[in-house]
């Protein structure tokens, strides 16, 4: 039998809603789900809420199985079928004073629930999690992984880092205390990619903390293919662009670095035949990420870091046109409301202290 480490739930433990949006899943979602039910967190102190999406394959019978094996899984509709939307339905209905966020594409150990409000106890922040941390199964995902590693690659976001710890702007999934949704308002359920940066940013302007622990312990699987990767990363560009145009501001300037390499780039090709810098800038880009490249990639074999090196340029670029297209798009048809909706509170709240507690 595992053990939390936690007192008995007659000492207060807080109720967790473990909330996990999904669609299609019928290749992963089984083994997520009993990852989950091994979760060392009392079994009496957690429900799991899956928001499906409408799934056309077996992933909704799937959910009933194990939801007949174990009663703390509940399954509900999610008809807009967007990851946010699906996490607001699953708050409309749960218990818990505190709301953990789960991916099915990530693998959790095993006391990832129990750390989460360890940290929300100790640190009295109103969002915690840890960092973004890569695994590969292939040679593409290994120098991905690199890449990703790279501060080239990312711009040094500390939610990267698996040995970063302290208050950040973002954190990677996240366990919110429930007043979060009440005050600052519920996942915006228009947007696609970049929900959960919007969130932490209201939370922050709403005068909320949010905490990143290296002993929050979460690995996901990143793309497999350089088509799936530029997909992903223009996506990215249009969320954060959005978030840009909603909010009137970043909380840093790293999110529109891409965008300003892209500009950039696309202007000295344009201006070529009347200025001499664009080879220079060309080439010094090309040494910087083929230098960073050796650094990061040398030990993945003769193939990564050619790989490595041509990620740079694809993560860049991609999300720098995303961002682009994303401006215009939504400056001319913004889509999200005037103020989000927020969260009733629990008739009989028994949260957590939002103070930190004395180590």
Known sequence: MQTSGFPSPQAGLPFVTIAMPCLNEEPYIEACIRSVF???????RVEIVVADGMSMDATREILQR???EDRRLRVIDNPARIQSAGVNEILAVARGEILVRMD????????????????????????????????????????LCAALDSPLGVGGARYRSAESEGFVDTVFLGAFRRRVFETAG???????????????????????????????VVHYYPRESFRSLAKQYFKYGQGRA???????????????????????????LATSPFQ????????????????EAVRVGRSLGPLGVPLVWAMFPVLHVSHGIGFGVGLVKYK??????????????????RGLSPEPSTP
């Open 38 to 44: 091994a979760q060392d967190y009392p079994a009496d």
């Open 66 to 68: 194990l939801a007949a």
């Open 104 to 143: 099915v594409h990530c693998e959790y150990s095993s006391n990832y629930v129990s750390q989460c409000v360890r940290v929300l106890e100790r640190t009295g922040a109103d969002n915690v999690g840890g960092a973004q941390r890569a695994r590969a199964k292939t040679l593409f995902q290994r120098a």
């Open 186 to 216: 519920l996942y915006d359920p228009r947007a696609i990619t970049n929900e959960d940066a919007e969130l932490n940013q209201r939370i922050i302007e709403s005068g909320g903390k949010i905490f990143l622990s290296k002993d929050i």
């Open 242 to 268: 959005r978030t840009l145009l909603k909010r009137g501001r970043f909380l840093s300037v790293r999110p529109a670095i891409p965008f300003l390499v892209t500009v950039g780039g696309a202007v000295l």
């Open 276 to 291: 001499p810098l664009t080879p220079f800038a060309f080439a010094a880009y090309a040494l910087a990420t083929g230098a």
């Open 332 to 349: 001319l048809s913004p889509d999200w409301e005037a103020a989000p909706a927020r969260l009733d509170p629990l008739a009989s709240p």
